[in-house]
């Protein structure tokens, strides 16, 4: 290296870790701020439930405070009809089917929220690691043949569709109802 390259980079590093210290207290802050409001979504003064649909989301596995408050804000139509269909389409886990006279194609949708795809894409990710049911799906994507992608957005799938029977009962996640099932003894030779 030149003379000088050295201590020019040093010296460039030191300059940026304060900017970086700051993004990163900001960054914090923010989350905290919209943890807080949807807190705030969750209950109001005398403890009824005001939004519950915030609730309800937040309890499910992989659910975190981005996750929702993308959900509540991108996918807030959808939602509040409980149109199972729109929500799926919009988020971008919905197949694009194309048929002509010899060929049938299904694709991945690309004509949907970006923010609503990252968001369900790092819901089922997350999903998949801490719930063994998701993480049962997940396997039997991929030994369907399926890539990481295409079973995230299976997954994806199944966890929209249980997000939505839980709006319109209002019951909370249980995960004692999603029990995977035991997997069946094998016979022992006679």
């Known amino acids: 290296m030149a003379p000088g390259v050295m201590e020019a980079c040093s010296h460039h590093v030191r300059m940026l870790l304060p900017r970086l ?15 807080a409001q949807l807190d705030a979504l969750s209950e109001d003064e005398q403890g009824k439930t005001e939004h519950r649909d915030a609730r309800i989301l937040r ?5 975190g405070t981005v996750v929702c408050a993308t959900m509540l804000a991108e996918a807030w139509q959808p939602l509040e009809r409980r149109d ?13 089917t194309r048929r002509s006279g010899k ?4 694709s991945m ?4 929220s970006r923010r609503l795809r990252d ?9 998949m690691t801490r719930d063994p ?13 399926h890539t990481h992608g295409r079973a995230l957005r299976g997954l994806a799938d199944r966890l929209l569709g249980v997000l939505l029977a ?3 009962t209002g019951t909370v996640y249980d995960p004692k109802r999603r029990q995977v099932p035991a997997a069946p003894e094998e016979a022992l030779p006679t």
């Open 166 to 168: 839980m709006l319109r």
């Open 59 to 63: 309890s499910l596995p992989g659910v």
């Open 21 to 35: 210290r700051l993004a990163d207290q900001q960054h914090d802050q923010l989350l905290r701020e919209i943890d």
């Open 103 to 106: 060929q049938h194609t299904v």
């Open 84 to 96: 199972y269909r729109e929500l799926r389409a919009l988020c971008g886990v919905a197949p694009v």
């Open 119 to 127: 968001a369900v894409h790092f819901w089922a990710g997350t999903a």
């Open 133 to 145: 049911k998701a993480k049962a799906l997940y396997a039997a994507q991929r030994s369907r043949g």
């Open 109 to 112: 949708r690309h004509a949907c």
